[in-house]
């Protein structure tokens, strides 16, 4: 039987993953990240620079302390010269923002409840949803933003 890491990340390469690679991002193969719930796509950009799309996710378990509870996932966007997104950079082009954050308070759209945001789901149709809400905001805002071609002023 597939984890419920496993099958985020099936699911999450079904749900973003044709758009992401035709994007140049990559899902990166990192077993014990992913196995503790980190999926991360990558893309080398100009400079010597890298852009990361990072899926963190929180499964929660029925059970005496979280009945009822639902799993959920945040996504976080970093544009960094290391070959971590959560590695200290100081390069002049660095920058990293959860999703939520950069649609919301940076762009100003209030498409999201607030910019702290993390998408919530009990079902694997709730799952795919979450997924393509959160795939299309990376796709608009995200990845033109990684790329400099987007920018919150404009």
């Known amino acids: 039987m597939a984890t ?4 985020f990340k099936t699911t999450l390469m079904t749900v973003v993953g044709q758009a992401y690679e035709a994007a140049g991002y990559q899902l990166e193969d990192l077993p014990v990240q ?14 010597d620079l890298k852009g990361f799309i990072e899926y963190q996710l929180l499964h929660y378990v029925d059970s005496e302390w979280a009945a009822g509870m639902p799993s959920r996932f945040r996504v976080t966007l970093t544009r960094t010269d290391q070959t971590n997104p959560r590695s200290k950079s100081d390069h002049t082009a660095y920058v990293q923002r959860d999703l939520g954050t950069l649609v919301v308070e940076d762009f100003g759209v209030g498409i999201l409840p607030s910019g702290n945001h993390w998408w919530q789901f009990k079902n694997m149709d709730q799952l795919g949803k979450t997924l393509a809400e959160a795939g299309h905001l990376v796709i608009g805002y995200g990845i033109p933003w990684l790329g400099g071609d987007l920018e919150p002023d404009e």
Not at 34 to 47: I, N, T, V
């Open 34 to 47: 992913q196995a503790s719930g980190q999926f991360r796509f990558k893309k080398p950009l100009d400079d």
């Open 4 to 7: 419920a890491q496993e099958t």
